[in-house]
């Protein structure tokens, strides 16, 4: 892998990221995702970032013989997110419906079920149901994952008659486990060595479906009043509670998720990790959030030393709020929705924006994932990342 760190050929001067930003979202009156914004770059400004067809060529090869152009990226999108204004208007967009939701939602209304390919979402009474189903991959994460988790999860939140999400793995037919359910095994990291998976993978998941789990989502055709900002709540903001049903295990960014969630039911033999330190890159927003469950000695022999926890062991019970018996799980989430939908729509999203504000708000987020957005590009960008997945990856899958 060959990369420069220097700045790409026509760089932008940092003062001048915000007035680059301006422009391509005619003064912040056009909300854009950061896919939208990085393709409108590269058009604009040649040699600031790779364009869709230096990407692609970029996909084309595998890891080890890539040339580390998403590296601009990230530098781009760090000195965007670092900026108060520009950052908070990016998150912003980011939690916006997308348009294939839109589109699909009157279906999932008069349906009730919307099957995605690699994730489904299913209404089950008040409760919106996402499923994650790669079954040949233990329901691993990629691309094709992102994109489909974050419609369902805008479905859940478009449907009035969702009042709670819940988020669950699909059965898996990996000889092992054949038959049962699997929440997440995290990243593939059988697409990362393959130089398949790309780094928006990382950055729209976490702007994505993730934060709107977190922190909910505009309504369709709310109107931008501001050039900067937008309430995160009230009137024009639709959010629900989420609750996650854990079985087998929950790795990397499986665990990541429940880490956003408001209740977490768990099997009593379900396993919880963060392999970081195996896989040679950042968990997402573990970093910023793990301490807050675990304290930050536990968080460091997480994401550093690779311990990995039971459901049912001290740590493991930091991050899980009710321990079952294998198959209990659908039953005990279901009703740990009906206990906490007791409290009325309204007192619940008060406590939970008032418990959000207090832990994460959104300015610490944005300044997480500026730094996350360049340090995790140089992770993937790096020499070492490949010798870390030969060691670890590449070497454990031939044993087996």
Same mark, same amino acid.
């Given at each position: ?38 393709? #409108? ?51 912003? $967009? ?11 939602? $009157? ?9 995605? &390919? ?50 669950? &793995? ?13 929440? $997440? ?17 990382? *950055? ?46 929950? *790795? ?24 970081? $330190?195996?896989? /040679? ?46 198959? /209990? ?9 009906? #206990?906490?939908?007791?409290? /009325? ?32 590009? #140089? ?22």
């Amino acid at each position: 892998m060959s990369v420069t760190n220097s700045p790409p050929a026509g760089a932008v001067p940092l003062r001048g990221y915000a007035p680059l930003y301006d422009e391509l979202t005619e003064g912040r009156t056009v909300r854009l995702r950061v896919e939208e914004l990085l393709e #409108r770059a590269a058009a604009t400004q040649p040699g600031l970032v790779p364009g869709p067809d230096e990407i692609a060529a970029e996909r084309a090869r595998e890891l080890r013989e890539q040339h580390g152009v998403e590296l601009a990226q990230g530098q781009l999108l760090a000195a965007w997110l670092a900026d108060p204004g520009v950052g908070t208007h990016l998150i912003e $967009s980011m939690l916006r419906p997308k348009p294939e939701a839109l589109e699909l939602l $009157s279906t999932y209304r008069s349906d009730g079920r919307v099957d995605l &390919g690699v994730a489904s979402v299913d209404r089950q009474g008040t409760l919106g149901v996402v499923t994650l189903t790669r079954p040949e991959r233990l329901n691993a994460e990629n691309d094709e994952t992102t994109v489909a988790l974050e419609t369902a999860v805008d479905l859940v939140l478009l449907d009035p008659a969702s009042e709670a999400g819940v988020l669950r &793995g699909g059965v898996v037919d990996h000889p092992r486990y054949r038959g049962r359910r699997v929440f $997440s095994s995290g990243l593939d990291l059988s697409e990362l060595y393959a130089g398949e998976l790309s780094y928006l993978f990382f *950055i729209v998941r976490d702007l994505g479906f993730v934060a709107k789990m977190l922190r909910g989502m505009a309504a369709p055709h709310t109107e931008v009043s501001e050039p900067t900002t937008a309430p995160q709540a009230g009137e024009g903001w639709l959010e629900v509670p989420w609750l996650a049903g854990v079985e087998t295990f929950a *790795i990397g960014g499986g665990a990541q998720l429940l880490l956003v969630m408001d209740r977490v039911v768990a099997e009593r033999d379900a396993v919880l990790s963060l392999p970081a $330190s195996r896989e /040679g890159i950042i968990p997402g927003a573990a970093a910023l959030r793990l301490p807050q469950f675990t304290g930050l000695s536990a968080a460091r022999r997480s994401i550093m030393f690779d311990e990995q926890w039971a459901a049912e062991s001290d740590e493991g019970r930091l991050l899980v709020d009710e321990v079952v018996e294998r198959d /209990g799980v659908g039953d005990s989430v279901a009703a740990a929705a009906e #206990r906490l939908l007791e409290m /009325g729509p309204v007192s619940v999203l008060a406590n939970r924006r008032a418990l959000r504000e207090a832990q994460e708000p959104l300015g610490a987020f944005r300044e997480f994932m500026s730094t996350y957005a360049i340090e995790q590009a #140089r992770c993937l960008t790096s020499e070492a990342l490949v010798k870390n997945l030969e060691r670890t990856w590449v070497g454990r899958r031939a044993e087996a």
